[in-house]
């Protein structure tokens, strides 16, 4: 079993930055995933940042350029940073894992407001 434990939400005023991070109870070294989706209220949740295994990392379209996506392996931590939020970025963060494809695990999420 997989938990993930994401810290790192608050409030941000339009034009500021986040870095939300998830700790898992494995070795991430392994996982074929690792990423961040996000669900605003009322929408669907959506992917924001992926990354894989062999290192290759997919963004949304609204987070290409402002965010950015890493892994700590040996710390068995994945970081989002977020720079130049808007209001349209206020949502709950999710972390996700992929052990294998099709085996899913989620964090409890956490929550990112952007407002003046």
């Known amino acids: 079993q997989v938990q993930l434990v994401e810290s790192g939400g608050g409030l941000v005023q339009p034009g500021g930055s986040l870095r939300l991070s998830c700790a898992a109870s494995?070795?991430?070294?392994?996982?074929?995933?690792m990423g961040w989706y996000r669900q605003a209220p009322g929408q669907q949740r959506e992917l924001v940042a992926r990354?894989?295994?062999?290192?290759?990392?997919n963004y949304a379209d609204s987070a290409k350029g402002r965010f950015t996506i890493s892994r700590d392996n040996a710390k068995n931590q994945v970081y989002l940073q977020m720079n130049s939020l808007n209001v349209e970025d206020t949502a709950v963060y999710y972390c996700?894992?992929?052990?294998?494809?099709?085996?899913?695990?989620w964090g409890q999420g956490t929550q990112v407001t952007v407002s003046s």
């Open positions: 990354t894989t295994r062999s290192g290759t990392r």
């Open positions: 494995g070795s991430i070294f392994s996982f074929y995933s």
């Open positions: 996700h894992a992929e052990l294998i494809p099709g085996k899913d695990y």
